[in-house]
């Protein structure tokens, strides 16, 4: 959700405080713009396999060389709230897209779209800017419903899931949905709707 290029895996000591034991050993692994937190449980499930297949001959030969963790540069990850997986239309695309692959394969993302609570499975930031205010529509194609994002950057919505409907690509959303032309403003930030 942070738009961080990698994350990892590490084996180290146990101890009475939260991430403070001495690190064994450690393998980076990239995170890519088509991964999300699926995909990443599980590459980090399979570098951490690996890794621990490595670390364990020379842990019980005592060859580890374990290195003290350093308490400044600790940082926890709470619970995601219902507040945090309401995506906020005025981030740009990029963070939009960030968050809905960080909220995949669950809670998933939401807005409000067109006066609906709307789950947010799969967005593609486009390569062009516009004019347009944030959560408004850029443009209606046949298969593609692209939006204006904050600092004038434009994504387009792949799939998502209406309150009260099933999950749907956007063209079966666009059949319903007539009155989303250029310049309306589709998004909002929901509070005239909830």
């Known amino acids: 959700m942070n738009g961080d290029a990698e994350t990892g895996v590490t084996i180290m ?27 990443m449980f599980d590459k980090l499930s399979l570098a951490g396999r690996d890794l621990l297949m490595t670390t364990l001959p020379d842990l ?15 940082v926890f990850s709470p619970n995601i ?27 998933i993302g939401n807005l409000i779209l067109d006066g609906l609570v709307t789950k947010i499975y799969d967005v593609t930031v486009l390569d062009e800017t516009t004019d347009l205010q944030p959560g408004q529509v850029v443009r209606v194609e ?12 434009v994504y387009q919505i792949n ?21 989303l032309q250029p310049g309306f403003q589709a998004i909002t930030d929901g509070a005239d709707h909830e």
Not at 13 to 20: F, I
Not at 142 to 153: D, E, I, P, S, Y
């Open 13 to 39: 000591y146990m101890v009475k405080q939260m991430d403070a034991g001495d690190i064994i050993s450690q393998v980076k692994v990239p995170i890519t713009s088509q991964d999300d937190s699926g995909t």
């Open 60 to 74: 019980i030969a005592g060859q580890v060389n374990p290195i003290a963790q350093n308490e400044a540069e600790v």
């Open 81 to 107: 709230t219902r507040a945090q997986e309401r995506l906020d239309y005025t981030w740009t695309a990029r963070e939009i897209d960030n968050h809905v692959r960080g909220l995949r394969p669950a809670p």
């Open 142 to 153: 046949k298969h593609a419903l692209v939006l204006a994002a904050g600092q004038g950057t």
């Open 159 to 179: 799939q998502l899931k209406p309150a009260g409907k099933g999950l749907m690509d956007i063209t079966a959303y666009l059949n319903g949905h007539q009155n």
